[in-house]
């Protein structure tokens, strides 16, 4: 017989045993869930000490790479990457970061290539077990290890030193630039060489065809920049290419081969090889400066060649004068001294219209026209880019060839030259070699429109409008006072740098 409190007694007896099944069950699973979890968060920290480690192994590999350019010696440069190493490591893993212990650092730097250095950062540590030791694992051991390459670099460093520099007082400042871009790398393993210009050129410091010390001593790199005397013209076209024959010499296809070009202005200098003026002379050229005196006109005008010494071809620099529109020299193209001042005009002029210097003389009295081409064979003439002036006038011998008499047609000339000189450099039309070359410029203060595009043009960079995506890119960096000339060379070194990793 059924009571009032016999269905709760007997529901209450029937939980019973699914109480102790509960119990049973939470207790199988806290044995594996509490595991679990624990496994869990210990993972997620070695995850995160793991992560972090081979943050700190990579950092610490680049940043001593890069650090193999200080120093004086080889021993000098593999000890800046290690200390380099190894304040990168403490910086991005101190010691017992996330409670791990027993860190410890190897830093090694090896030749691992042709002029190619490796440094290897071994970094190792035991992550603490906070579960895991619950089930005999007190730590966890985990090692990074991070590499990075350096490879030595071929820089040619051409440096424009004419007379606007130093009027602008930007003489000082480009000096001081170029000794810091200089310093950024490594003696005894980077080649870097020297070559200034103005309307002619100097091989200050050729690039050796060894690795050797050009950062200290007399006629080092640095003396030879403070040496340097700012005056003349701007002979573009015939420096960059003086700049690659020095890469050509070394000729080195596998290294990162680089010229730095720096100019103030535009090109208004070009060196030919002229043809002597024997034709004969019936009418004048044509001229854009102050009439000619009557003892010019006649040498201009004469049926018969000037009265020069010798009838040979003559080879040197001519310059504009914008104030004048007058074209004059002959000038020699090859500096012989450091400092390198103005050139003297050529021992062969006796008797010569071009023995007058400065702005009166009047070169097409003897050389009737502009070559087409320089002495080292980049066009002057580009239908694409700037118009140069031909001769027009009836009756001239010399009818359809270059005008050499004209301050537009010359500087045009000078700015084709110099884009043809970097396009044939680029495609390494004369080495022996694959010598893929890369050419970074600097452009010092009020260049204009016209000259960002020139560099733009001889760095191949995307702003050219006649960029080669199947070339090296380069980089323009302009630097509109010379003050800021120290971060655009900085900046140029930095990018050398970068790339040679």
């Known amino acids: 017989m059924r009571g009032p409190f016999t269905e709760g007694w007997n529901s209450q007896a029937k939980l019973r045993p699914r109480r102790g099944i509960a119990v049973a069950i939470t207790a199988g699973m806290l044995t594996f869930v509490v595991p679990a979890v624990g496994l869990a968060i210990d993972a997620s920290l070695i995850y995160g000490i793991r992560a972090r480690l081979s943050l700190a192994a990579d950092a610490a590999a ?122 950024k790398f490594a003696n005894f393993r980077d080649r870097v060489g020297l070559l200034t210009y103005g309307g002619d050129f100097r091989v200050d410091f050729p690039l050796q065809s060894t690795p050797g010390n050009f950062l200290t001593g007399p006629n080092s790199i640095p003396d030879l920049i403070s040496r340097i005397h700012c005056v003349g013209a701007t002979n573009s076209s015939q420096a960059l290419w003086q700049g690659y024959e020095q890469l050509k ?124 081409q320089d002495i080292y064979g980049n066009s002057v003439v580009d239908p694409t880019y700037k118009p140069v002036l031909t001769i027009t006038q009836s009756g001239s011998p010399d ?48 260049v204009g429109e016209a000259e960002d595009e020139l560099l733009n043009r001889v760095s191949n960079t995307k702003a050219s409008p006649i960029y080669d995506p199947s070339r090296p890119d380069g980089l323009y960096v302009y630097a509109p006072t010379p003050a800021q000339l120290n971060e655009a060379f900085a900046r140029i070194a930095g990018e050398i740098l970068r790339i040679s990793r």
């Open 62 to 183: 680049l940043a001593a790479a890069r650090s193999l350019s200080n120093g004086l010696t080889l021993a000098e440069q593999e000890a800046a990457a290690v200390a380099t190493a190894n304040r990168f490591v403490n910086a991005n893993f101190p010691d017992g970061y996330l409670y791990s212990t027993g860190r410890t650092v190897s830093v090694s730097v090896a030749e691992t290539g042709a002029r190619t250095r490796t440094v290897t950062v071994d970094l190792s540590v035991r992550a603490p077990s906070y579960f895991l030791r619950y089930l005999g694992r007190e730590s966890t051991p985990l090692r990074a290890i991070g590499r990075a390459s350096r490879r030595d670099v071929n820089v040619m460093m051409v440096l424009d030193r004419s007379g606007s520099l130093q009027s602008a007082g930007a003489c000082t400042p480009m000096k001081n630039a170029a000794t810091a871009f200089v310093r």
């Open 249 to 372: 010499r070394i000729n080195e296809p596998g290294s990162l081969n680089v010229i730095l070009f720096f100019t103030d202005g535009q090109p208004n200098t070009l060196t030919f090889n002229f043809t002597a003026a024997n034709a004969l002379r019936t009418v004048a050229r044509g001229y854009t400066g102050p009439p000619p005196t009557a003892a010019q006109t006649s040498q201009i005008t004469a049926t018969s060649r000037t009265p020069c010494a010798t009838t040979t071809n003559k080879v040197g620099w001519v310059q504009y004068h914008s104030s004048s529109g007058r074209t004059h020299g002959l000038y020699r193209h090859v500096a012989t001294s450091m400092p390198a001042g103005n050139s003297p005009l050529i021992s062969d002029r006796h008797g010569c219209v071009f023995n007058m210097s400065g702005g009166t003389t009047f070169i097409y009295g003897d050389f009737g026209f502009m070559p087409p």
């Open 399 to 446: 009818l359809g060839r270059l005008r050499i008499d004209h301050a537009l047609s010359m500087e045009n000339a000078g700015i084709n030259a110099t884009n043809h000189a970097a396009r044939r450099i680029r495609n390494n039309e004369t080495a022996s070699t694959a010598l893929d070359t890369v050419i970074y410029s600097i452009g010092l203060g009020g």
